[in-house]
């Protein structure tokens, strides 16, 4: 969720129109994950949960590409690396995870004994400040290899093979065989290609694709697999959990490769609208804003989600749920982004917590 250069007209505008979009999509999927594990499968409920659930799952993904883009394009120092943005991420972890764990205590849903755990723990979705943490250590090491475009797409073949393709062979072999699926997931874990798996892949990706020239035919190609990627995403999210009756989230995971080609569209749809290169100076520097908003509004959502539901009384049950996910989505992003906003006018905290 790093920020590039502030000049307008070298800006990738349309990175900060994705981040935005990114950033609501996420908390569109956690208000939609919200009780999704607490209603009957096959119930109207879970089915409505889980179509919005299966159509943003290309949140996380995105974000991390972004930061491929944007990371592995610029010449950036260890030193800084560690000084400016792994730094930021420390205290951004410290602050908001003793914060969360405090409210937990205040309102009486957690503990003493188990404050200490929950703070180094941290709630749930600040996963994510590990994940791209281990990703800017990486970086000097990753730019080596982008550095040489015969080793970039190299580096991304093999990544759609370790990362995407083998896991979900042996997913679908699951439910064919648990011993065949077993016997493969060894031989492929045996083959030590830990480095090009996970969200490297979709680091390199992002800074790939972000330089990458498609004509027409290679664009209809990548909405073709992308739209049968939704089309998986939604049908496996309905089939495989009814059919077993319990929640079966294989093929919707960030690692699914029915999720990274969703992923890859949607970085792709957002780069082929030209009409991004025409906004006004004014209606860029808003985005610009937005985009370092952010950050924030990502670290504070959860704590929003959350007051509504104990505070208001609001949360996705509270009414028929096919609105009530994209109306406490909205209601949630607006208010974080007035959080982050605020925040982002405070001296030092705007440089260590957001």
Same mark, same amino acid.
């Given at each position: 969720?790093?920020?590039?250069?502030?000049?307008?007209?070298?800006?990738?505008?349309?990175?900060?129109?994705?981040?935005?979009?990114?950033?609501?999509?996420?908390?569109?999927?956690?208000?939609?994950?919200?009780?999704?594990?607490?209603?009957?499968?096959?119930?109207?409920?879970?089915?409505?949960?889980?179509?919005?659930? #299966?159509?943003?799952?290309? /949140?996380?993904? +995105?974000? +991390?590409?972004?930061?491929? /883009?944007?990371?592995?394009?610029?010449?950036?120092?260890?030193?800084?690396?560690?000084?400016?943005?792994?730094?930021?991420?420390?205290?951004?972890?410290?602050?908001?995870?003793? *914060?969360? /764990?405090?409210?937990?205590?205040?309102?009486?849903?957690?503990?003493?004994?188990?404050?200490?755990? !929950?703070?180094?723990?941290?709630?749930?979705?600040?996963?994510?400040?590990?994940?791209?943490?281990?990703?800017?250590?990486?970086?000097?090491? %990753?730019?080596?290899?982008?550095?040489?475009?015969?080793?970039?797409?190299?580096?991304?073949?093999?990544?759609?093979?370790?990362?995407?393709?083998?896991?979900?062979?042996?997913?679908?072999?699951?439910?064919?065989?648990?011993?065949?699926?077993?016997?493969?997931?060894? +031989?492929?874990?045996?083959?030590?290609?830990?480095?090009? *798996?996970?969200?490297?892949?979709?680091?390199?990706?992002?800074?790939?694709?972000?330089?990458?020239?498609?004509?027409?035919?290679?664009?209809? #190609?990548?909405?073709?697999?992308?739209?049968?990627?939704?089309?998986?995403?939604?049908?496996?999210?309905?089939?495989?959990?009814?059919? !077993?009756?319990?929640?079966?989230?294989?093929?919707?995971?960030?690692?699914?490769?029915?999720?990274? *080609?969703?992923?890859?569209?949607?970085?792709? %749809?957002?780069?082929?609208?030209?009409?991004?290169?025409?906004?006004?100076?004014?209606?860029?520097?808003?985005?610009?804003?937005?985009?370092?908003?952010?950050?924030?509004?990502? %670290?504070?959502?959860?704590?929003?989600?959350?007051?509504?539901?104990?505070?208001?009384?609001?949360?996705? %049950?509270?009414?028929?749920?096919?609105?009530?996910?994209?109306?406490?989505?909205?209601?949630?992003?607006?208010?974080?982004?007035?959080?982050?906003?605020?925040?982002?006018?405070?001296?030092?905290?705007?440089?260590?917590? +957001?």
């Amino acid at each position: 969720m790093d920020n590039y250069a502030s000049e307008p007209a070298k800006r990738k505008v349309y990175m900060d129109v994705l981040r935005i979009a990114a950033t609501f999509a996420v908390m569109l999927l956690h208000t939609a994950s919200q009780y999704w594990y607490a209603v009957d499968v096959g119930s109207y409920e879970w089915k409505v949960f889980s179509f919005y659930d #299966g159509t943003v799952r290309w /949140a996380v993904p +995105v974000f +991390v590409m972004i930061s491929g /883009a944007l990371f592995l394009s610029r010449d950036i120092s260890i030193e800084k690396i560690y000084k400016k943005y792994i730094l930021r991420i420390v205290t951004a972890y410290i602050f908001w995870s003793a *914060l969360y /764990a405090l409210i937990n205590l205040i309102t009486g849903r957690s503990r003493v004994k188990n404050a200490l755990r !929950e703070f180094v723990e941290g709630p749930s979705h600040l996963w994510f400040l590990f994940m791209i943490a281990g990703l800017y250590i990486l970086t000097p090491i %990753l730019k080596k290899i982008v550095a040489n475009d015969l080793i970039t797409k190299y580096f991304v073949a093999i990544s759609m093979v370790f990362t995407f393709l083998l896991p979900f062979i042996i997913n679908i072999l699951s439910f064919y065989s648990e011993k065949a699926s077993s016997v493969a997931e060894s +031989v492929v874990g045996s083959v030590c290609f830990t480095f090009t *798996l996970n969200y490297v892949s979709y680091f390199v990706l992002g800074y790939y694709l972000s330089r990458m020239d498609m004509n027409g035919k290679a664009r209809l #190609g990548v909405f073709l697999c992308g739209g049968a990627g939704v089309m998986v995403t939604l049908f496996s999210n309905y089939i495989f959990p009814i059919a !077993e009756q319990r929640a079966v989230s294989i093929f919707h995971e960030n690692m699914s490769i029915n999720v990274m *080609l969703v992923s890859v569209m949607i970085f792709m %749809l957002f780069k082929f609208v030209r009409k991004f290169e025409e906004l006004t100076p004014k209606t860029v520097g808003k985005l610009k804003m937005l985009s370092e908003y952010s950050f924030g509004a990502y %670290l504070v959502h959860a704590m929003v989600i959350t007051g509504l539901n104990h505070i208001c009384g609001l949360n996705s %049950l509270s009414f028929d749920p096919l609105f009530s996910v994209p109306i406490i989505s909205v209601i949630a992003f607006a208010l974080s982004y007035m959080v982050s906003a605020v925040i982002h006018r405070i001296p030092v905290l705007n440089k260590y917590i +957001v």
